[in-house]
């Protein structure tokens, strides 16, 4: 082997979120692993995340959580409200039977943040500035995997790559993965503003035709979303940034004086969501995991969630690769097996949230309401929604389906 390669048993393409957390989990294995992100550096994050139930408990299972919590805001309640009317429902997670029921609110910067030095503990390395070009299999049965780190060429050895590179997965297409892509038709804002005393203890989602706003504490600030039809972004940005805080305050005239922060619209990240559906996660040598293979609708706030599953399970089939010395597609297809039924499931079901609540149709608005306040009525219908909002199930029966409607 040439001595500008690397050798390494596992690298993983993209440092995110995902990516992270599943090297954290090689690495305290036993394996030797290396994460290529394309960024030169980490930048404080202009939005914040939810962390659900099910993503809770994967940080858990690789001893992670305990580390995460003391940098994220804990609630258990989201008040739906009518904007311009009145709180239609409020949902409580406290009421799912799970060790982690409850949402921590955390900015995603600093949850990568723990977990780089995490992996740096655990005898992982990280290469930014580094971008993977393409992987060919060796005839040694290794893979040869080419990067360009800041500028130059790399190669690097391996066993099994990892493709936790985002919704336009460069490894994807290196690898020729058929893939269906379907954008939303919906514009999301994200943005931080200062903290507000009256939305500490419970989060507020406000809806009406053609608009959602969320309002969500973090542990020094807020997290607010804003979803509308994307053909009306131009029109809100040329009102400008004074015109988009105004409207903000009307809608919650709480966080009116929080939102000095917000200068221009350079302190506000968006982004034009798109669904990814790909006809397998794995090949030889190789898996794909997060956006690159179930990119979503943000509706249920699930995406970091799911990826965070992800890691667990491709941890665990990676150590069983490594442990039967087979790393062939139907050695790493379990994993696929047993992710991709519920991955589905919850980019289903968070399009057909995001069509009742954010719609402009208003059959699809009165059902949006309807939905919600019989949810909120009902503990038991609360108890399924949440449980599927929170990843924990993959399946909602017709009954139950119907229940919710009637």
């Given at each position: 082997?040439?001595?500008?390669?690397?050798?390494?048993?596992?690298?993983?393409?993209?440092?995110?979120?995902?990516?992270?957390?599943?090297?954290?989990?090689?690495?305290?294995?036993?394996?030797?692993?290396?994460?290529?992100?394309?960024?030169?550096?980490?930048?404080?994050?202009?939005?914040?995340?939810?962390?659900?139930?099910?993503?809770?408990?994967?940080?858990?299972?690789?001893?992670?959580?305990?580390?995460?919590?003391?940098?994220?805001?804990?609630?258990?309640?989201?008040?739906?409200?009518?904007?311009?009317?009145?709180?239609?429902?409020?949902?409580?997670y406290s009421i799912l039977d799970h060790p982690h029921n409850f949402l921590l609110t955390i900015i995603p910067s600093e949850l990568e943040t723990i977990l780089r030095e995490e992996l740096s503990r655990r005898g992982?390395?990280?290469?930014?500035?580094?971008?993977?070009?393409?992987?060919?299999?060796?005839?040694?049965?290794?893979?040869?995997?080419?990067?360009?780190?800041?500028?130059?060429?790399?190669?690097?050895?391996?066993?099994?790559?990892?493709?936790?590179?985002?919704?336009?997965?460069?490894?994807?297409?290196?690898?020729?993965?058929?893939?269906?892509?379907?954008?939303?038709?919906?514009?999301?804002?994200?943005?931080?503003?200062?903290?507000?005393?009256?939305?500490?203890?419970?989060?507020?989602?406000?809806?009406?035709?053609?608009?959602?706003?969320?309002?969500?504490?973090?542990?020094?600030?807020?997290?607010?979303?804003?979803?509308?039809?994307?053909?009306?972004?131009?029109?809100?940005?040329?009102?400008?940034?004074?015109?988009?805080?105004?409207?903000?305050?009307?809608?919650?005239?709480?966080?009116?004086?929080?939102?000095?922060?917000?200068?221009?619209?350079?302190?506000?990240?968006?982004?034009?969501?798109?669904?990814?559906?790909?006809?397998?996660?794995?090949?030889?040598?190789?898996?794909?995991?997060?956006?690159?293979?179930?990119?979503?609708?943000?509706?249920?706030?699930?995406?970091?969630?799911?990826?965070?599953?992800?890691?667990?399970?491709?941890?665990?089939?990676?150590?069983?690769?490594?442990?039967?010395?087979?790393?062939?597609?139907?050695?790493?297809?379990?994993?696929?097996?047993?992710?991709?039924?519920?991955?589905?499931?919850?980019?289903?079901?968070?399009?057909?949230?995001?069509?009742?609540?954010?719609?402009?149709?208003?059959?699809?608005?009165?059902?949006?309401?309807?939905?919600?306040?019989?949810?909120?009525?009902?503990?038991?219908l609360m108890r399924i929604a949440l449980s599927a909002s929170s990843g924990l199930t993959n399946h909602i029966s017709m009954r139950d389906r119907i229940r919710f409607l009637i």
């Amino acid at each position: 082997m040439q001595e500008d390669v690397e050798d390494y048993d596992v690298v993983v393409a993209g440092g995110g979120i995902g990516g992270l957390t599943l090297a954290c989990g090689l690495a305290a294995n036993g394996r030797t692993t290396c994460v290529l992100e394309s960024r030169p550096s980490l930048l404080r994050s202009k939005r914040g995340l939810a962390l659900q139930p099910n993503g809770l408990a994967a940080l858990d299972n690789l001893g992670l959580l305990a580390q995460v919590l003391g940098t994220g805001k804990r609630i258990n309640r989201v008040a739906w409200w009518e904007i311009g009317h009145g709180r239609l429902a409020t949902f409580d997670y406290s009421i799912l039977d799970h060790p982690h029921n409850f949402l921590l609110t955390i900015i995603p910067s600093e949850l990568e943040t723990i977990l780089r030095e995490e992996l740096s503990r655990r005898g992982g390395v990280l290469h930014e500035s580094t971008s993977f070009l393409g992987v060919k299999h060796e005839p040694n049965g290794q893979l040869r995997v080419t990067a360009l780190r800041s500028g130059e060429a790399i190669e690097y050895s391996a066993r099994i790559l990892v493709g936790a590179d985002g919704e336009n997965s460069n490894c994807r297409k290196a690898l020729g993965v058929r893939t269906r892509v379907k954008e939303s038709v919906n514009q999301y804002l994200f943005m931080l503003i200062g903290p507000v005393d009256a939305i500490r203890q419970e989060a507020r989602q406000y809806f009406t035709r053609g608009k959602m706003v969320g309002f969500y504490p973090t542990l020094a600030s807020t997290y607010v979303f804003y979803y509308l039809p994307k053909r009306k972004f131009n029109d809100l940005r040329s009102a400008g940034i004074e015109s988009f805080k105004k409207e903000l305050g009307e809608i919650e005239p709480e966080v009116s004086d929080s939102l000095d922060n917000l200068h221009s619209w350079e302190d506000v990240s968006h982004a034009a969501p798109k669904r990814v559906d790909v006809e397998n996660w794995v090949v030889d040598g190789t898996a794909l995991m997060g956006d690159a293979v179930h990119a979503l609708d943000p509706a249920w706030a699930q995406g970091a969630n799911l990826s965070l599953q992800d890691a667990v399970a491709l941890a665990d089939t990676v150590e069983r690769c490594f442990e039967s010395s087979d790393f062939s597609a139907n050695a790493l297809r379990s994993y696929e097996l047993r992710r991709r039924k519920q991955a589905k499931f919850v980019q289903d079901q968070s399009e057909r949230t995001a069509r009742v609540t954010t719609t402009e149709n208003r059959f699809y608005y009165w059902l949006g309401k309807r939905l919600i306040r019989n949810t909120g009525a009902d503990p038991r219908l609360m108890r399924i929604a949440l449980s599927a909002s929170s990843g924990l199930t993959n399946h909602i029966s017709m009954r139950d389906r119907i229940r919710f409607l009637i």
